[in-house]
């Protein structure tokens, strides 16, 4: 299993970035997909989550409503669009098969700051 994000990059608060992350090595349409992130200096935590066939989206409250997950199944590409993005949200994002971050990529650096 591979998993390549891409998409991050710095940005000014109340700006807006598109995370991706293609999957291969595995039935990409089958999974439940994550996205999670690390802060400097603490520990993951997940972001956000989208259903095996697409329907349900579920977010942590420090996102909902500035985040939306979505997927292509046809591109194996699973996405993050983040809007109002403010410095707390400075962290390296990761997508992952599960909540936890156990199987997820190398991560996108996405710094907030002026």
């Known amino acids: 299993v591979q998993l390549v994000e891409s998409g991050g990059g710095l940005v000014q608060p109340g700006g807006s970035l598109r995370l991706s992350c293609v999957a291969t090595?595995?039935?990409?349409?089958?999974?439940?997909w994550s996205w999670v992130r690390q802060r400097p200096g603490k520990d993951l935590e997940w972001v956000s989550s989208?259903?095996?066939?697409?329907?349900?989206?579920n977010y942590a409250d420090f996102v909902k409503g500035r985040f939306t997950i979505s997927k292509d199944n046809l591109k194996s590409t699973v996405y993050l669009e983040m809007t109002n993005l403010n410095s707390e949200d400075t962290a390296v994002y990761y997508c992952s098969l599960d909540r936890k971050g156990t199987t997820r990529g190398q991560g996108t650096q996405v710094i907030v700051s002026s």
């Open positions: 989208i259903s095996v066939g697409g329907q349900t989206q």
């Open positions: 090595g595995l039935t990409f349409s089958n999974h439940y």
